[in-house]
């Protein structure tokens, strides 16, 4: 065992939205702390304060983890302190990560919040029902485009002041958060949490879906990650009203109720990107069943 | 059919805390939110800063509204008479929780050392008392002084209010609230979810509820987390309050629990009812049976 004690973890995510952040940094907040390791969720670090001078000092002297996240739109809130506050953010944390997502499944849940509902996340039954697409819609291609453009452009952001970042998969942060986190923070612990089990049960749970298949030890065990989930808050660990997110859109549901969802992938696949990765039409059907066998849905 | 709008309802608990309050707003709140009458709590009214703010907002609230207001905090924002005078005006429905006194000043005497409610299991383990206890006399005695001059403010500001008592709110919450608010098919079942969460963050036998309603406790729940996300609940840190401390509970820890009762039955009031040990142990009789008793189906 090391004789000096664990370094403090100072975990950023830099993202664009749309791309599984919230759920990123919410489920390895709980994750941490059930594991005991204390550790607050700053959220955007502009939501906490606009003065750098302040946030330095409250990062540089907080004495648990940190996870944060900081996107190129948000920190212009900085002004004449943008890019100083850009340089701290790149010096002072130490684990750096960059949800690697397919980009157009990206856009398309991107263009679903900013034209359609405006709510980017879902946090409980109520807000699913209120937000979910109740009949097909079409995206409107100039739209599409505009984001296209806005996730190049944050690709680019990304190179030029994260150079370093590390991708982390999407799919290993939804199929299996648990042993992600456990490898990539070198945790260890005897406690059970499964994120991924109470993700699947929520994601079925706010549709209506069957749960007869639950036992009532597992319905126990998600009432107490929702109670801990509580105490975080409660603590201030998560600083947020909006406590975990819900699954708000699957791919099928996307490939469902998107109208015009062949013509997107075909203005996707043309537009001009060195970050883009092409995708055919069988390869995200497949992707489909695969995201619905792991929802059971 | 009426052929006018229901009225919004405007309702306040007058409390000096320690007498159920907060389980009071949150657990209506809830309740009339879920039987789909739109309802925000606003804790206690004097947060909403000057009385001009606390008129203005109030007034044009379109959603039935839930207060407080406690002596201590009204005075102490200087906004006094006035302050009183709209209050009695505005709330239609005005409220103080009758509960035992000698209990309500224990609770509130615990509460100045540790905090008054728990929202969350681990809240509950971290602050439980894992060994007995002693409440000084000095302390006892200014928490009586608390309690008799919040029942001097109650009848010289609010002499018409509804007296509900504490053992209806606890053990009989949705009949209490179904005759109150006139709700004939409520859903609801806030005795069985408080009943379930108080044995569950004990770490008490829960296996006699079942699985729907284990699911109907995490459907309340998720419904708790829209009211907060919504604003209906204006305290997002603090989300539904759990059973702190049983009766028994305090008989067991409390060292010194038969002198205070002596310093109680002493204490000059108009308001405080006498109470013996024997009355105390019947008390602890039903509390215990409400809380630990086997629990069937009853969703």
């Not at chain 1, 900081?70 to 900085?78: A, N, T």
């Not at chain 1, 942060?173 to 005897?190: A, G, Q, R």
């Not at chain 1, 699947?200 to 298949?213: E, G, Q, S, Y």
């Not at chain 2, 389980?23 to 009339?32: A, G, H, K, M, V």
Request: proline residues 2%; contains cysteine; aromatic residues 16%.
């Amino acid at each position: 065992m090391s004789k000096y004690l664990n370094k403090l973890k100072r975990i950023l995510v830099i993202t664009p939205d749309a791309i599984g952040s919230t759920y990123f940094q919410r489920s390895l907040t709980v994750y941490l702390n059930y594991h005991g390791h204390p550790t607050k969720n700053y959220h955007d670090l502009c939501n906490f304060t606009l003065n750098l001078p302040f946030l330095i000092k409250t990062l540089s002297t907080d004495t648990t983890n940190i996870v944060a996240r900081c996107s190129p739109y948000r920190s212009l809130e900085f002004g004449n302190d943008t890019e100083k506050y850009l340089k701290f953010c790149s010096y002072f944390f130490k684990d750096i990560y960059l949800i690697d997502r397919c980009s157009f499944e990206s856009a398309l849940s991107y263009c679903n919040t900013h034209q359609r509902t405006g709510v980017l996340n879902v946090y409980n039954k109520e807000q699913y029902h209120q937000n979910k697409n109740k009949e097909s819609y079409s995206i409107d291609k100039k739209d599409f485009i505009q984001s296209l453009k806005y996730f190049e452009d944050f690709y680019v952001w990304a190179d030029k002041y994260f150079p370093t970042a590390k991708k982390i998969k999407h799919s290993d942060l939804i199929n299996d958060p648990d042993t992600f986190f456990k490898n990539e923070f070198n945790i260890s612990s005897d406690k059970k949490l499964s994120l991924k089990d109470y993700n699947i049960f929520n994601t079925k749970r706010v549709r209506n879906k069957d749960l007869t298949n639950y036992s009532s030890e597992q319905l126990l065990k998600f009432i107490e990650i929702t109670d801990y989930i509580d105490f975080l808050n409660q603590q201030n660990l998560l600083i947020h009203r909006h406590k975990f997110p819900i699954k708000k859109i699957t791919l099928r549901e996307k490939l469902n109720e998107i109208s015009n969802f062949k013509e997107l992938l075909d203005v996707y696949n043309n537009y001009p990107s060195n970050h883009f990765e092409k995708i055919s039409f069988q390869q995200i059907n497949d992707r489909a069943v695969l995201e619905d066998n792991l929802w059971t849905i | 059919m009426s052929k006018y709008l229901n009225k919004l309802k405007r309702i306040l608990v007058l409390t000096p805390d320690s007498t159920g309050s907060t389980y009071f707003q949150r657990s209506l709140t809830l309740y009339l939110n879920y039987n789909n009458i739109p309802c925000k709590n606003y804790t206690d009214i004097s947060k909403l800063g000057s009385l001009s703010n606390i008129v203005n907002t109030l007034s044009k609230s379109k959603l039935s509204i839930i207060g407080r207001a406690s002596p201590a905090n009204v005075h102490q924002k200087d906004i006094g008479d006035n302050h009183l005078s709209f209050c009695n005006n505005f709330f239609d429905d005005i409220f103080v929780i009758d509960r035992c006194s000698f209990e309500s000043t224990l609770s509130y005497s615990i509460a100045k050392k540790q905090g008054s409610n728990i929202y969350s299991k681990k809240d509950y383990l971290e602050k439980k008392y894992n060994n007995s206890y002693n409440i000084s006399t000095d302390t006892f005695i200014q928490s009586l002084k608390h309690f008799e001059d919040f029942y001097i403010w109650v009848d010289k500001y609010f002499p018409n209010v509804t007296k509900i008592k504490h053992s209806d709110l606890i053990y009989d919450t949705e009949n209490l609230y179904n005759n109150l608010f006139g709700i004939l098919d409520n859903m609801l079942s806030l005795v069985d979810y408080n009943i379930f969460n108080m044995r569950r963050i004990r770490n008490l036998d829960t296996t006699n509820f079942t699985y729907n309603q284990l699911l109907h406790f995490i459907d309340i729940s998720d419904y708790l987390d829209y009211l907060i996300r919504y604003n209906f609940i204006t305290t997002y840190e603090r989300k539904f309050p759990y059973k702190k401390i049983t009766l028994s509970e305090k008989l067991k820890d409390i060292d010194n629990f038969t002198e205070l009762l002596d310093v109680y039955n002493n204490y000059p009031s108009n308001h405080f009812e006498k109470i013996n040990e024997n009355q105390i142990k019947d008390l602890i009789i039903k509390e215990d049976s409400f809380w630990l008793k086997e629990r069937y189906n009853n969703v």
